[in-house]
């Protein structure tokens, strides 16, 4: 798991971005190296996640509906992207099905990338 971070970098957020392009530059030569051995290498990279964490944080907020459209405003289709959305494409991912899948970078983003 890194971050959509590690493809498109965030204003002041370098020591982050630092750790997530590292995470998405290791993925395909860990999956090269490691594509005979049966060992898979895959980079999972989200945006911004409704987790619990961060709805508690949202909740806070005297006004909690402006702060979920201010965070949400980041993806094309306005809402961050669900963990059970992850999930799916890690099992994918995982899956026998997807034996020949290593080394790439997978963008769960809405598109927000597909333009950088």
Request: hydrophobic share 45%; with cysteine.
């Amino acid at each position: 798991m890194t971050s959509v971070t590690g493809i498109v970098a965030v204003r002041d957020w370098r020591a982050y971005a630092m750790t997530k392009f590292a995470m998405v530059g290791l993925t395909p030569g860990i999956g090269l190296n490691h594509s005979n051995t049966g060992v898979r290498c895959n980079a999972i990279c989200p945006d911004r996640v409704e987790t619990l964490f961060v709805s508690a944080r949202i909740a806070k907020y005297p006004n909690p509906a402006p702060a979920y459209r201010e965070r949400s405003a980041t993806q094309l289709n306005q809402r961050m992207i669900w963990p059970k959305e992850i999930a799916a494409a890690a099992v994918h991912l995982a899956a026998d099905s997807s034996a020949m899948v290593t080394g790439i970078t997978l963008m769960i983003d809405g598109s927000k990338t597909a333009d950088k």
